[in-house]
T-cell receptor, first 112, second 111 residues
Framework: RKEVEQDPGPFNVPEGATVAFNCTYS??????FFWYRQDCRKEPKLLMS???SGNEDGRFTAQLNRASQYISLLIRDSKLSDSATYLC?????????????FGKGTRLHILP | DAGITQSPRHKVTETGTPVTLRCHQT?????MYWYRQDPGHGLRLIHY???????DKGEVSDGYSVSRSKTEDFLLTLESATSSQTSVYFC??????????FGDGTRLSIL
């Protein structure tokens, strides 16, 4: 199993729809999880951290499933501006200072 | 946005030449990172630094060296560039694990 694995997509979704994608990780000792967003030819930017209890930020909801070792990102009422690549990020090991690993990203296209 | 500047933004050079990329921050963050991003591979860590003169290797460190003589500057050097090092290079800074702020990137082409 790869350290961090994402469906590369692309996900082509009509505007206003709800879309969800998952990311699986291999190290059961990982403690920290994040979602980043990267626009075409731009730098990645932190979208949100993922907490054990799940967390929500406006239209975005992130959840963690430790038993199955995956995190998810749900986007409700999708906007054209949500079109981007979404990167799953997991820390490499047991400790909070361990290096983080980026997934290869899931491309999302919101269609008008 | 976090104060992080990469230079140069674009560079074209020839195989075998030395290349140095600079990352400069004004945030006084402890951690600095160099990544490369290639189609099909995503972001891969080259080297990182956890303080002045404290650096460590990432997953793709072969052919690269780094130096950090001041908190604000982190240099990435390709001693003898090869075509396989053509890529987009990102510098990132952080004070807290996972919350990284990235520079605009450097597009490096090695012919």
């Amino acid at each position: 199993r790869k350290e961090v694995e994402q469906d590369p997509g692309p996900f082509n979704v009509p505007e206003g729809a709800t879309v969800a994608f998952n990311c699986t990780y291999s190290n059961s000792a990982s403690q920290s999880f994040f979602w980043y967003r990267q626009d075409c030819r731009k730098e990645p930017k932190l979208l949100m951290s993922v907490y054990s209890s799940g967390n929500e930020d406006g239209r975005f909801t992130a959840q963690l499933n430790r038993a199955s070792q995956y995190i998810s990102l749900l986007i409700r009422d999708s906007k054209l501006s949500d079109s981007a690549t979404y990167l799953c990020v997991v820390n490499k090991g047991r400790y909070r200072d361990d290096k983080i690993i980026f997934g290869k990203g899931t491309r999302l296209h919101i269609l008008p | 946005d976090a104060g992080i500047t990469q230079s140069p933004r674009h560079k074209v050079t020839e195989t075998g030449t030395p290349v140095t990329l600079r990352c400069h921050q004004t945030e006084n963050h402890r951690y600095m990172y160099w990544y490369r991003q290639d189609p099909g591979h995503g972001l891969r860590l080259i080297h990182y630094s956890y303080g002045v003169k404290d650096t460590d290797k990432g997953e793709v460190s072969d052919g690269y060296s780094v130096s950090r003589s001041k908190t604000e500057d982190f240099l990435l050097t390709l001693e003898s560039a090869t075509s396989s090092q053509t890529s987009v290079y990102f510098c990132a800074i952080s004070e807290v694990l996972g919350n990284q702020h990235f520079g605009d990137g450097t597009r490096l082409s090695i012919l």
